[in-house]
């Protein structure tokens, strides 16, 4: 009868599992030192970003270029049409993602309310 | 010695499908040797193998073992004293499907987190003894029936327990895989094993290394 | 500590066995887990990414910019008002901003022109975004030719690039000449897109738009506090937005998943019985769908967390563009910066982990505390 021959040093299922495991939590661990270090690198970039804002007195990202008041949602109109819901129907794709209600509010930093009312 | 006072089970209590399994039965058994407990099916026997092998308590009536009260114990204390001192050897066998036959056998082991080299080389060893050896990597449900029983065999003996326990081991067997069984049994209890079981298999109670056998009916002694 | 230690790997190597038996359904499931998790952490991750680069950069906009409304609409600035303003108290330095957008016919492009106010363009010349000169293939010393408001063309020779680090907020823009915006968009001579305050004291910027508001009643102030808030809600919205997206996914995975985890064959309850009879402890069954659980859920949040990483950080979140640009031709070429929120991650970890192991021991306990003898019968 043949011997169930030497098993490979005790392989177990556990094992496998716990150094994957043990090798995908370090990768995340080093996800943080990663995130770390590179915004600690990326100061220098970040600094020419925020002299070129203070330079040119921009606003906005140049993320939404499509429409005027996506590319500046800071200055755009209050009340863009079909601005008012996440699903609602709109011209361009990210209109629907940039809520009107994310720009400045008219009430909500004033005293006078009477004095800034558009109505 | 084991020793029950008064002993009575009962299902469903208090139910229109009450059951008296076992009905105020005081009994001992010796530990050494091989215990036969004899009977039709629904005479009480395999609930009587239950509560002495810890599996379930009794509904009145105590039970025990060496001299301590085993019946009353906690979950706990009574799966300690289960897993220490019985070994079940199940009729349908009861292997665990998908997992290999080592694995199957280390299974009661792994609550009591053994060195896992010396584990697994016992249940080798075990299996080797019962010639399973070249099936101990095969998964449970690709053996035979005589396989599935030796290796059941197996799984109780991997915590070196005092007493097996098995219930109409016999029942899914032909006569020639029973008969290899009881020799197997035998040879475990020559070497000091006390054997406890339930059948109403003529070839079991009518074996030569049968010491005593128990005559039950109607949940009491016939 | 070291038994302990042990007997939980035991249990472990018991709970891997028991899914290995369905490979193909549990990676399945682990493989939707994942997926789950790597959408929500991609969002998560960029979005704070972007919040944070929004709050630092644009922490150097302007303090205060006045636009005027005409009849509740956006219109132009009369250069008197800047006079007017100039003198509040409290503000050190006012002047206007020319600037406006373009639609390149051309590429179908939206560009922003606008007027530096420091070292501006010799007339004739301008300055690019990166992201102009990319989609118009043009370098510097080439000359860009648009049709201006009145028809005429004009060409501009190409005196510089804006840097390409700074394409997140310069990637559209087109820096001229004030004469030359003027002379391009028929601009009025007297009038200004908006005007901007600078005010010494920031304590003082509220009182300031107060008076503004009251000494102009047809203009908007808008202050720098508001638009970083902007950008934090605008960028809170759009995660939220997506998370709202993904929450049919979500729930569909939920029913799943509990489906997976809370229904209890008759096969799993006789195999609970029978690693009961052989002398398993309730305890030691419940720890050990613990971990089949815990193994599950752990294994997809690592691995949907570092793909998400890598996705968003390695990648520049590939699978986002699409969504952001929309329309757009022109989209920056920017790499997000890894600002992360550990609170973020950690409750991204409670939420994807948490529940799945919750639900996969729940329907077990009732199953675990039977008496064992229920495989003898």
Known sequence: MKAPGPLPAPWRKSGAFLWTIGLATVLWALTFVHATLTTRAAADDLHRRGALVSQLDLTDFALFTEARYTRHPSQADLHSPFQDHPLALEHFPTGSLVPASAGPSWTGWLEAPAASSPE | MIRLEQVSKVFNQGRHNE?????????ELDTRGVTVLKGPSGSGKTSLLAMIGCLSRPTSGRIHLEGRLISNLPERFMTEVRRATFGFIFQRFNLIRGLTVLENVMLPAYPLAPDPRELRDQALDLLRQFRLAERAHNQAEWLSGGEAQRTAICRALINRPRILIADEPTANLDSQLSRELLALIGELAEQG???????????VFDHAQVSRVVELRDGGLA | MRALLRRQRYLLDYSLSSLARRPGKHLALLLVYSLVVFLLASTLLFTQSLRREAALILADAPELIVQRLVAGRHDLMPADYLDRLGQLRGVSDAYGRLWGYFYDPAVKANYTLLVPRQEPPVPGEVRLGAGVARTRGLGVGDYLSLRSARGEPFSFRIAGLLEAETELVSSDLLLLNAEDFRRFF????????????????PSEVRKVAEKIALALPDTRPILRD???????ALFGWRQGLIIVLLGGALLAFVIFAFDRAAGLSAEERREIGILKAIGWETGDVLRMKFWEGAALSLTAFLAGYLLAYAHVFFFAAALFAPVLKGWAVLYPDFRPLPFVDGLQVATLFFFTVFPYTVATIVPIWRAAITDPDQVMR
């Open chain 2, 193 to 203: 094993k006390g054997v406890l079981i339930s059948s109403h298999d003529p070839l």
């Open chain 2, 19 to 27: 059951v008296r399994a076992v009905r105020n039965l005081s009994l």
């Open chain 3, 226 to 232: 508001e638009i970083l808030r902007t950008y934090d």
């Open chain 3, 186 to 201: 028929a601009f009025p001579a007297d009038r200004f897109t908006d005007l901007v305050l600078r005010v010494r004291n």
